[in-house]
Every structure is written in structure tokens, then in C-alpha cells.
């Protein structure tokens, strides 16, 4: 057979067909396809195969992408998949909504990148190779092959939690997922809009879990009606994977007015209107004058869904300017084509619930109870970098400016709920205010129970979150192997309440 691959001296790079904005708006459907079969074969057939990958390198999961992008221009899609999955649980989500041009399409992770050619689209090619052995029926439930007849309960059924669960059943361990929530995913069903993953593809890999024998509790909230002691006699081992949801403060007057409210409030009142779990979103924007603070893919993700959900304008206020915002530069890019605004370098000071146009005269009206109906804000410029070397923003002096806004979404970020209140104590804290634990076992201060995702790194990504979960569960099947015999048996007698079917 020629050689299929180093196209790219003749063959551009192209990305698969993406929805008009103008269209897109419309609805909250994906707004990007999947490549066609020749299309996919084409764009992997680009790639230079590099002594030394760095995509590979840069990939958090490590994924061996030069040979699964040569099988896929070669048309040998089932090993593709073989090799796509056999070190990432969910290919077709990562494919989905990585943000790629910060890991494996970066500019220093592909040497076609640098050298002029614009990258090979790794993540594109990753989905097209996991939704062909979706059509095809290649995605089978990995069954155990023997049983160990230990128990493993897992709290949070986000990507960590899944990605673990996977793991420890295919190990032979019986596997209970728990959530507060009625459906699996965390943040990928409940958090992440429709328009970067619809629901569909989440609820897929959730159905395969179940079918490989993975128990899923719903609506069991640790802390609340499920308790850690609980835990601590139904199963052996016990997997913390709980993520980060407690939303960081605005610091600033006016935040408890009503119409000012945490991104993720925002964003899972719509996926579950969407879901059909509520009849319509709870917190609605349509009509509305939308202020979003922050510049990190949250941020775009509730300045895109207010757009769709008919808002009369969408403004993001943050205090760096384009080129020093956390967010991806793609996602910038599609919120910006969809009619969301930005207001570079401007940092929000105070919110009112007076109107822009009385606001000098009534200063002191900031402190009646109400609804918000103002930002205050002020320009910045950029000093020098800070620690995470992003310029620090310094307010301008006599720049103060006002915004119209009925609401107002924080979407400055979150942090992780105290392990103590919902583990009796046993667990602690690190100084990161993260889920304190062993670094290489992932086992926190109490024996049997470790720590993944988000709730052990802080905010970060679904890729993350698989590693850390396949990481665990790896942890976890050590820490069980060399568990004494007599320790198992009796454990499971006591009956589980509360099981709902998975979603
Ligand atoms: C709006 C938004 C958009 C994002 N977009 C992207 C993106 O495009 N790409 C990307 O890679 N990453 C994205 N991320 C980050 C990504 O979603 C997370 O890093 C990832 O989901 C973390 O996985 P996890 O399993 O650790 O936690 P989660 O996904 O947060 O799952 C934790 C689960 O634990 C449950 N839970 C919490 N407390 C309890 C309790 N006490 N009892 C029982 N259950 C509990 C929660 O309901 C949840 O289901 C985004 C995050 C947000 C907030
Ligand atoms: S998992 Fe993410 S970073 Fe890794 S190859 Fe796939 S898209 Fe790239």
C-alpha cells in the first residue's frame, strides 16, 4: 500500500462543517458535524508521524494519536477504535469538547502547527473514529471476567466517576455510582450546553455503564440523605469524585440582589428544562439585558445560551484583554459569531437595582433590596504578570461606565465543598482548598477512600477528569487486592435503598 500519510504540503487543513450562526441560534443542537468517512481519512492522512509526538505528549490521557490518525486515513476504523479506547474511556466527548488548541492541537504539541500548516484535527478525527464504532456496534459494555466479590461505592457520576466505575467493574468489582442528580455525567450532562455536546452522546455511554452490570443511585446526596457512615459499611472502598460546584464570590455590592446569580444555577436550570426533567428553565433569559462576569468557557457557555434563550443583548465584562483570557480562543470565537458582546479590560464595581440613567444621582439607593437593574464598571490596564502570568489588571481611574442589566451571571469560577461536612470529619482539606490526598494513591487521611476529578485538581477538564478516574480506579484495585480475605465477606448484606434506574 503507498504511504497515506505527510499530506499535508498538498492538503489543507479543514474542520468538519459547522452550523451558520444564524441558524444555530435557533436551537440548542450541536453546531458542529461529524467529518465525513473520506473527509476524516483526508485530514488524518496529514499528519507527519513525528519521531517523538508531541499531541501525544500533550494529551492528558496520553492517547496514541499518530496511530490511530494512520489507521483512520488507512480505513481500518475498528482498530482505530481498539486503540482510541483503550487508553480514553470516552473518545467521542473528548473528540467533542476538549479544547484542543490548548493540549493536543496546541502550537508547540504539533510540529505542522509550527512549521506553517495549520494542525492536524486531532480532536475532529477522534470523534468521527468513536461514532463509527458507535454506528458500526463496536462499543460493547466491558463485562468483568471473573467477580472479586469486593464493593466499591463511588460519589459523583461525572466523567471521573464514570471513568472510574468503568475501570473497577472491568476489574470484576461490584459498583455503585451515586449522585445527587437523577442522570449520570455531573457537569458533561448537567453543566455543558447542548450546542458543544448534546445530551444523546453522554446518555449513551451512561446506558453502556448500566449494561456492564454498574449499579447508578440517583438522587443520593452525600451529606444530606446519604451518609458516609452508610458508605463505610456497604463497601470496601470508597471513591470521592464529587467534582467542584460551589461557585466563588463577586465580592462586590449589590451581589445578593435577585437577578444576580452563580453560572452553573444558570446553565443546569436550562440542560435540565432541555432534558425535559423541568418543564421550562427556571432561570430564564429571554427578553432580558444579560451581563456575564467572567472570560473562562463558562462564561461563553452562559453568554451563548442566553443568546438562544431570546435575551434582549449579552454583554461579557472582563478585566484582561482578549489575548489574556483563560477561556478557549474557539470559544471566544463562537460566541462572538452568535451576537454575545465583550467588553475587554472592564471590571465590574458595584450592581444597583436603580436604572443606568438615575444611578448618579441615587448613589445611595445601592443598598435597597430589589431586583438588579445596573453594572457599574470601570476600565482597566494591564500591569505586570501575576502568578499565573497573565497580566494584572489596574482600574483606570475616573473610566467608571454603567450597564444596563437585568441579569446578571457570576461566572467567576468555583471551588470545592468541604470534604469534612460530608464525610463526618474523616476527610480533610489541603491548602488548595482541594480533597487533601496521597498524590501518587490518590487515598485521602481515611483508609479505603480516595479522591478524583475535580474535587481532588480543583475546576478543570473532562480529560482530566478520565485520567484521574482511570487513575483511581487503578489505585483502588491495588488497594483492594491486598485487602485481607476476611474483610470481604458480609458487607453486602445490608440492602441498598434509593436505587434508580440510569437515565
Ligand atoms: C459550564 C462548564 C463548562 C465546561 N466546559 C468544558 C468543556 O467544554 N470541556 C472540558 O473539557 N471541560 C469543561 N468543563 C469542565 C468539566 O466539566 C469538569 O472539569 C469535569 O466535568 C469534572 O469532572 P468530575 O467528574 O470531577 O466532576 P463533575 O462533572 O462536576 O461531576 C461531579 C458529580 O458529583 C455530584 N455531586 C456533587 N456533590 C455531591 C454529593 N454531595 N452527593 C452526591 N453527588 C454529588 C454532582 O451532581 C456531579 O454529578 C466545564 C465546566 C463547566 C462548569
Ligand atoms: S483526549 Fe483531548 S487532548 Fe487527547 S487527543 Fe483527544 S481531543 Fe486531544
Given amino acids: 500500500m503507498p504511504d497515506r500519510m505527510q499530506k499535508y504540503v498538498s492538503l489543507p487543513r479543514a474542520m468538519p462543517a459547522k452550523r451558520a450562526p444564524e441558524e444555530r441560534v435557533q436551537d440548542h443542537r450541536e ?34 494519536i499518530p496511530d490511530w490518525l494512520k489507521m483512520t486515513a488507512e480505513g481500518r476504523m475498528e482498530e482505530a477504535y481498539e486503540l482510541a479506547q483503550a487508553t480514553n474511556n470516552f473518545p467521542e466527548i473528548c473528540g467533542r469538547i476538549c479544547p484542543q488548541d490548548r493540549l493536543c ?75 445527587r442528580h437523577a442522570r449520570m455525567g455531573g457537569l458533561m450532562s448537567y453543566g455543558i450546553p447542548e450546542f458543544k455536546m448534546e445530551q444523546s452522546v453522554v446518555a449513551r455511554r451512561a446506558r453502556l455503564l448500566s449494561d456492564a452490570g454498574i449499579v447508578f443511585h440517583g438522587g443520593q446526596e452525600l451529606g444530606r440523605n446519604l451518609s458516609f457512615a452508610d458508605l463505610r459499611v456497604r463497601h470496601d ?53 444579560v451581563v456575564v462576569i467572567g472570560g473562562g468557557d463558562t462564561a461563553m457557555d452562559c453568554m451563548r445560551t442566553a443568546v438562544r434563550q431570546g435575551a434582549a443583548g449579552v454583554t461579557c465584562l472582563y478585566r484582561r484583554d482578549r489575548a489574556n ?13 452568535e451576537g454575545a458582546e465583550f467588553a475587554w479590560q472592564s471590571q465590574p464595581e458595584a450592581l444597583s437595582d436603580v436604572p443606568v440613567e438615575v444611578i448618579p444621582a441615587r448613589a445611595e439607593s ?39 442589566a437585568d441579569l446578571v451571571v457570576n461566572a467567576l469560577g468555583f471551588t470545592v465543598e468541604d470534604a469534612g461536612r460530608l464525610t463526618d470529619g474523616a476527610v480533610s482539606m489541603s491548602p488548595q482548598n482541594r480533597v487533601a490526598a496521597d498524590r501518587k494513591t490518590k487515598m485521602t487521611a481515611a483508609d479505603g477512600v480516595f479522591v478524583a476529578g475535580d474535587a481532588r485538581l480543583g ?45
Wanted: with cysteine; net charge neutral.
Fill in 237 to 289: 472502598a470508597i471513591v470521592l469524585a464529587y467534582g467542584a460546584w460551589v461557585a466563588r464570590r463577586l465580592d462586590l455590592p449589590g451581589e445578593d440582589l435577585s437577578g444576580v446569580i452563580p453560572a452553573l444555577d444558570y446553565l443546569v436550570s436550562s440542560s435540565r428544562a432541555l432534558i425535559g426533567e423541568t418543564p421550562a428553565p427556571e432561570i430564564d433569559a429571554a427578553g432580558k439585558w
Fill in 31 to 64: 453546531i458542529q458535524a461529524d467529518f465525513e468517512p473520506h473527509e476524516a481519512a483526508a485530514q488524518a492522512s496529514r499528519c507527519e508521524q513525528c519521531g517523538t509526538p508531541y499531541c501525544q505528549v500533550y494529551c492528558p490521557l496520553h492517547n496514541n
Fill in 105 to 179: 492541537e496546541a502550537k508547540w504539541a504539533c510540529t505542522l502547527e509550527q512549521a506553517g500548516h495549520g494542525t492536524v484535527t486531532i480532536g475532529a478525527i477522534e470523534r468521527h473514529i468513536a461514532e463509527t464504532a458507535w454506528a458500526k456496534g463496536w462499543v460493547r459494555p466491558r463485562l468483568p471476567v471473573r467477580l472479586t466479590g469486593r464493593s466499591v461505592g463511588i460519589v459523583g457520576a461525572g466523567p471521573a466517576g464514570m471513568a472510574a466505575a468503568e475501570e473497577l467493574r472491568a476489574a470484576g468489582h461490584e459498583v455503585h455510582l451515586y449522585d
Fill in 459 to 503: 475546576p478543570s477538564l473532562v480529560v482530566w477528569a478520565i485520567r484521574e478516574g482511570r487513575e483511581v480506579a487503578a489505585a483502588v484495585d491495588r488497594y483492594l487486592a491486598a485487602l485481607p480475605k476476611a474483610a470481604a465477606p458480609g458487607r453486602r448484606e445490608r440492602p441498598l435503598t434509593g436505587a434508580a434506574p440510569c437515565a
Fill in 325 to 337: 483570557m483563560p477561556g478557549s480562543a474557539r470559544e471566544v470565537g463562537h460566541a462572538e459569531e
Fill in 366 to 404: 445601592l443598598d435597597r433590596r430589589g431586583a438588579v437593574q445596573t453594572v457599574r464598571a470601570c476600565r482597566t490596564r494591564l500591569g505586570t504578570p501575576d502568578a499565573s502570568g497573565r497580566k494584572r489588571p489596574e482600574p483606570v481611574p475616573g473610566s467608571g461606565f454603567e450597564v444596563a
